[in-house]
């Protein structure tokens, strides 16, 4: 079998590509080892980072390249490559409008701040959302699509965005929220009753649905359940791939090259035992089939995957849940809790360590860097019921679920809640004390919560004057533990400019091509805003097609990447 381009993988990176060639008149094949599409990305928020991009002019903001250099080369320091980043910088736009031009994929504007929001060159809007999908449009393939994680859904299929979340904590309250709740309720079970399942489809999921849909509508040929087992070579080119389906072996050659976008290797509990930080206290959300086949099969044909970035993961706090029925959930602590006002994050000792509301990615990595295995969440009833913990939802939905199964720790008092979770009663009682004194002005001088304009952001807009910050109200008082993990890992093979795959001294292997998860990021382990790594997924899945659009290049380039 033959075709002009083979993707292995089928997250935003690939779907992307696959897209993209398509459009360009390529043939193409999409390998998608588990029976679902949509990898990590369909775990994900959706919300690709593109600096200068179009979509942020809806709501009167601009952006200019010089200032998102600047941020970049801020957040990044040594680990700015300029033969990546200013590639990104300058198709990261080429690549979302010739998405907007060719596919069903489209975005709103998002005014979320940049997480360094205090360097030079920060903006707002270079976050976006995608657009909610009606999955029906899939028709039966609406199956073939990985599901979110159940654990950020309700009612088993229903999905939701950050825009409902604050009319559905008002549903009882005002006009406004109980119309948008009832709205989409009826939606959901109208479609439970059709389609045995939410068709409702937001966030991350919305932006797999998007580029499947689209993938499928430009007659790329896509396979699930069709692992690749390795590379095929022919005078040191890589000309296609070795696919196990249906029981058999299938040789199918590439005529113009192969991209690698499997996901990284975050269900590989050997690679994470090597590469991650304290990997036996660390939780991974990525999808069962993200095992590292692109960093392997790479490598197996020369590949760099350099060390020294292996372990870079996008990190986040997660919280961990036993049902009485057995099994394990893992709920990854984004924003929607440790943001709000009244809640403060303790380490071991009973002391607050970081800004509640900062970066998924700082708080863990300070998580890290002091050698915290678990912390705690600790809030008051008042906070549980307006805001939720963890898996526990606001009010109308109750607490005593998680409190019966070890979830939420619950206690009368703040000296006995201590007492639970292992930290010095007179310790988490000072803490709180001299919280709640700046608190009660709307200030963390401890911290600064509030203060950036990312955790203000973040924060419940409703309460003032710092809608991040607000006293640790009277008990009873919860806790919830919180341990390290990641969204992803980002450490993949090294590439140029042009996503094709180098080896160790910096030669590009001809017919070969990295995106995604599977190259190595260019953000070095660093994360400057809200979607750094679906940003640079689609758009060196873009650029990755665009160069298998032109005419193979036997000699090969050598790039800057694998010394930086």
Known sequence: METDVIVIGSGA????????????????????????????????????????????????????REAAQTYLKAVLGEAYVPDLVETYLDEAPRMLKFLEDHSAVRFKPFPLPDYESGLPGAAKCRSLLTVEFDGRQLGARLNELRMPLPQLMLFGSMQIEGADIHPMRHALKTWAGFRHTARVMRRFVMDRLVHGRGTRIVNGNALAARLFHSAIQSGATLWNHAPAVELLQSNGAVTGVVVQRQGQRINVSARRGVLLASGGYGANEQLRARYIPMAQHHHSLQPEGNVGDGVRLGAAVGGFHDPRHAGDCIWTPVSLHRPPGGGLVKYPHIFIDRAMPGCIAVDPSGRRFVNEGTSYQTFVGTMHARGFTRVHLVASRDFVRKYGLGLARPAPFSERPYVESGHLIE??????????????????????????????????????????????????????PNPSVAPVGEGPYYALALHPGDLSTVGGLATNGRAEVLDEEGRAIPGLYAAGLDMNSIMRGKYPGGGSSIGPAMTFGYIAAQQMAQPRVAAPVRAQEVTA
């Not at 988490?428 to 709640?436: A, D, G, K, M, Y």
């Open 13 to 64: 990176a690939g779907l992307t590509a696959a897209i993209t060639a398509r459009q360009l008149g390529l043939e193409v094949l999409v390998l998608e080892k588990t029976g679902h599409f949509g990898g990590t990305t369909a775990y994900s928020g959706g919300a690709p980072w593109i600096p200068c991009n179009h979509v942020m002019q809806q709501i009167g903001l601009t952006d200019t």
């Open 411 to 464: 206690a009368p008092t703040l000296e006995a809640l201590a007492a639970k979770i292992g930290v010095p009663p007179r310790a988490l009682v000072e803490t709180v004390q001299r919280f709640n004194e700046g608190a009660a002005r709307g200030e963390d001088p401890e911290f600064g919560k509030g203060a950036d304009a990312h955790s203000r952001f973040r924060g419940d807009q409703t309460h003032g």
